[in-house]
């Protein structure tokens, strides 16, 4: 064997792909115990989560969610500002601190839809985007929230909101 040549053995053995990752085998299933144990805390701080997000968020002048704002829902929220781009307010929120997505989330027929855009509208949509006109593209905001989201985080960002849309 050289950095020149390699001469490979016959099958079976050619085949063999060594030795197994026991250990990375042993600390799969000792991550997937770990998950599993703290699954139904992690419930309660996400109802808990989406219970604040809906509280926060409808205190908020100007502010239509999009999409389901009941039933078994996971703490994310899309919504828009009336009178202010999506982009405008991510980036707002950003000055806060706050990262959040704006825009379409690559759902665009899904944003399509929540947005109620009229067919010419989702024509002109795609026209715009063929024409990279950025500032024109409909869209929202969605802030996600995860297990290590506070409940305190969330207040921020409804305090940041208010701030953001209330009188100059």
Request: aromatic residues 4%; negative net charge.
């Amino acid at each position: 064997m050289s950095y020149d040549e390699v001469i490979w053995a016959d099958t079976p053995d050619r085949d063999d792909a060594g030795s197994p990752n026991v250990v990375g085998v042993v600390a799969l299933a000792a991550a997937a115990e770990e998950l599993l144990a703290g699954r139904g805390r992690d419930r309660v701080h996400e109802e808990a989560l989406v219970r604040a997000l809906d509280d926060e968020l409808a205190t908020v002048a100007g502010l239509r969610r999009l999409g389901p704002v009941v039933g078994d829902r996971l703490p994310v929220a899309a919504f828009v500002v009336d009178g202010m781009p999506h982009g405008e307010v991510a980036a707002r929120l950003a000055q806060y601190g706050i990262g959040v997505r704006s825009g379409c989330f690559c759902a665009h027929p899904y944003l399509s839809r929540l947005l109620a855009l009229s067919p010419s509208e989702v024509e002109r949509f795609h026209a715009d985007a063929r024409a990279n006109r950025q500032d024109r593209l409909p869209g929202a905001v969605r802030v996600s929230c995860s297990s290590a989201t506070r409940l305190a985080d969330v207040a921020v960002l409804g305090e940041a909101l208010r701030a953001i849309t209330g009188p100059s």
